[in-house]
């Protein structure tokens, strides 16, 4: 089928998918016992108290209907308001405060791995059982090996600590206010978050590539006397990309993951620290919130990755034979 | 007689595995003359891969090409530096595979594939290129080739990619031609349309083609001469009707005997008795012999040499009629040696 | 020459077999296991596991004291003390009842950093196995009942729900789960759910969709190869044959995703530790530890955050070291071979 309905299709696919995953979600909060009010205002409180907010807040009608409610809300964006992270703001206000950080470090994790991953992967493959490959593939394990929060308190120890750089102080300068300041703060956090997404992509392109250059069609380009260096540039690696690809998608998950954590280490004012703060005050609409625009996020990035596959591969894209 | 196009001689091809040193091209010599076909036939594991690869400067590691000379119009190739050789692969010397299935690649469409190679070895531009490319395409016979030409291989039958194949191996105009088993993966209709398509070529662009295929039928129809390896070395050479009425190699005659006729006498196919040895622990002496129906106590321990046992044919077995081997009253049941003596070496 | 035998004859000489290695009689068990012990990266996997494993086996004999046990610190002294220190153990009157010395120093309660290093790896290997056991189990049954209903609403609705599943990274709904049900044990309408068992569940429940698609392939695959019509009710001696085959195809591959999720395990609890919402204090544990050593990074407390850290790493590498030589020791890789 073409790329156009291969598309439509997925996306169907993933309405379903989304609205099992903001069941999840609604379910998770109000899975708590006491409910969610509980469990905001903590063990101490009084029942009446308790019972005196849910009539405020509107929880003491039935399941469905709330869930309905805010199923139907969230849609056209309204996610509630905060009740203890920052009393009376609306969540989507909190949470679009903090996203730019997050999509930066996010995104700068990512373009900084691949960039050294790729290439990585490809030496480590033609340079098979080299010492250049073994040592990739040492540095790959160790990268995949190490927790990304440790990873980010040794980086804290050695440098600001021993060699005194002020950095990872926390706070965030966007990077239309100071460009340098802003890669000072990013930049441990960028290694700390990107270490372990880049081995997982190293070894994946490895991988790849030694399977693409041991196919039959890289014999006939080298038997029509096309250079070596070109020979592995174009013919091998576009093959090898395709399936790569995909793990970005894969990797995702992990640097949402990941940014929990490392917000969280080097003090960073973004969404995952955020959601951090949430669970620790219990603000389940906050809570709520993240875990479902996290979730839609991810759905959407994997949707997007198998959409670019198929379009990638040619024998995905036209599926006529002869 | 003029010079032959390609002289191989000595050749010799290692492979170093974990298994121990493996001989897989031992010493072999022949001759490619311009504008015919020669054949290469044997079964699995006879070499004759191995060989071709070595003329293309297409053996990797754990393989060497370590003895011998191979000749591309007087000119030792195995001296070439490796761009030098890039020079020949392809632009002079052309090779098609096994497996067309395979062998393009799946990103790249089939037009694409054809005018980077004409683009390696001759200085046009890109439509240029793509023009030659379609004409070629049509050429080999492949139908609509101003659509096909941006079509990708998935969209090819087996036969179509075997002739994109030819199409791109023949695009700079090669002398020789090198053709491992082309049509092996395909079936037996297609395989006469391809050898048709590879006889036109051969006559328009006067090539001179290496056929390698372990079916004697292909090689009855389409070459001229006939070289009949086996574990690593020629054991037979003759022009192919020779050949075909009288063969000399006892591994020869096993391969007629093997094979359904469709005329002559309707005798039981003989297999040829045990299997091709392992080519990193071959037999002593002739390493045939452990399954030859002639074998004598000579052949444990001599390591028959190619020669000629008529004018214009050539055997290593010491009991082919004409070949004087070291111990001219042979005993057992072999073939008597000829009576007008041949040499009395070794 | 040797006059022994005569060679004469239309018999092929048997000893010239023909060009198989040696030995391919050996089972298949035989030739992954020599594969595997080839290969030095997977044997250290194996050793550094089973150095791990036995650790925490036989951690109460090890360690040399009490995880919990909180000594105080010489005079002039505060925890956390640094490698080789001398703490003292007082009773309950504040008498000096021994001294003894802290190998890899204390952490800030006074607590033996080596023995809560101990105990730590074992509650995290513990969860670690208990995750992954969990996740397989209930992945496999999931899958496999999914393939033998292959193509039925019972195989969609299944798989969709696994879609959900997979839609949440790990971390963000265990996080989220946690963090709402609150940590430590939960009473839950007069039933209490102990704290390991939330938090085996919370991870554990986003590696169920990988080994159910696997089982479920597996399933798919042998279905089609020997059934035509798979509604059909299969007699006792099929479904026999159909299990056994299957398993026999699949077990090595969950066996790998298996052991290289110890390793994803292992993260995922370490972190749920660090961020608070995992094992509780006064219980040892790795992930804690390095959150509470946070605080003293400046003041050059530093055996404080390496040693959990190293322990951790330890142990992923260990797994994954091993996953990848089970996984490459089942699947060789393709090598040059002698072509024809």
Known sequence: ?322 | MTDPILEVEDLATRFYTDEGVVEAVDGVSFDLYEGETVGIVGESGSGKSVTAMSIMGLIDSPGRVEEGTIRYRGEDLLERSESGIREIRGGEISMIFQDPMTSLNPVYTVGEQISRVIRQHRDVSQSEARARAVELMGDVGIPEAESRVDNYPHQFSGGMRQRALIAMAISCEPEILIADEPTTALDVTIEAQIFDVLEELQETYGMSVILITHDLGVVAGTAERVNVMYAGRIVERADVDALFENPRHPYTRGLMRSIPRLHGSADRLEPIAGSVPNPAALPSGCSFHPRCPHATELCRGYDPELREVEPGREAACVHARGYGGPDERATGSGEPVAADGGDDDE | MATDTDTTGTEADPSYESGEPPGTHRSQLEMFWREFRRNPLSLAGGVIIASLVLVAVFAPWLAPFDPTTQFNAPEGEHNPLAPGSTVIEENDNGEVIARHEALLGTDKFGRDVLSRLIFGLRTLLTVSLSVVLFSMAIGVTAGAVAGYHGDTWIDEGIMRFMDVLFSFPSLVLAIAALGVLGVGSTEYAGFVLPNLVKIIVVIGIVYIPSFARVMRGAVLKEMEEDYVDAAQSLGASDAHILVRDVSVNTVPTVVVQGTLYMGTAVLASAALSFLGLGIQPPRASLGLMLSNARSFLYSGEWWYSVFPGVVIVLAILGFNLLGDGLRDALDPRYDSEVSE
Do not use: C
């Not at chain 1, 509630?80 to 950080?101: D, F, K, M, Y």
């Not at chain 1, 790729?118 to 790959?140: K, L, T, Y």
């Not at chain 1, 690696?237 to 993951?257: D, Y």
């Open chain 1, 1 to 322: 089928m073409s790329l156009a309905r291969y598309t439509l299709k997925r996306l169907l696919l993933a309405v379903p998918v989304l609205l099992g995953a903001s069941v999840v979600v609604f379910g998770l909060v109000h899975l708590a016992p006491g409910g969610p009010v509980r469990v905001m205002l903590g063990p101490l409180q009084s029942e009446e108290l308790v019972e005196q907010i849910r009539a405020e807040l509107g929880l003491d009608r039935p399941l469905y209907v709330q869930y309905a409610t805010w199923l139907f809300d969230a849609v056209q964006g309204d996610l509630g308001t905060s009740w203890t992270v920052q009393q009376g703001t609306p969540v989507t206000t909190i949470i679009a405060e903090r996203l730019p950080l997050t999509v930066e470090l996010t995104v700068l994790s990512m373009i900084v791995a691949n960039l050294i991953a790729i290439p990585a992967g490809i030496i480590s493959a033609v340079r098979q059982d080299e010492s250049i490959d073994h040592a990739a593939r040492i540095a790959a394990l160790s990268g995949i090996s190490i927790p990304d929060f440790w990873l980010g308190i040794i980086l804290i120890m050695i440098f600001a600590v021993q060699f005194g750089f002020p950095w990872a102080t926390g706070g965030w300068t966007p990077p239309w206010v100071d460009p340098v300041e802003n890669l000072k703060q990013l930049l441990l956090p960028v290694i700390t978050l990107g270490t372990a997404y880049s081995a997982l992509i190293a070894r994946m392109m490895r991988s790849e590539m030694l399977d693409t250059l041991s196919q039959d069609y890289i014999r006939t380009a080298k038997a029509m006397g096309i250079p070596s260096r070109e020979v592995i540039l174009k013919d091998a690696t576009k093959n090898a990309l395709i399936p790569v690809v995909t793990v970005i998608g894969v990797g995702l998950g992990q640097l949402m993951n990941g940014a929990i954590l490392t917000e969280t280490v080097f003090s960073l004012p973004g969404v995952g620290r955020l959601f951090i703060q949430a669970i620790a005050r219990r603000d389940y609409r906050v809570i709520q919130a993240l875990v479902l625009f996290v979730a839609v996020v991810f759905v959407f990035a994997n949707l997007a990755v198998d959409v670019l596959y198929a379009y990638l591969d040619p024998r995905i894209r036209y599926e006529e034979g002869t």
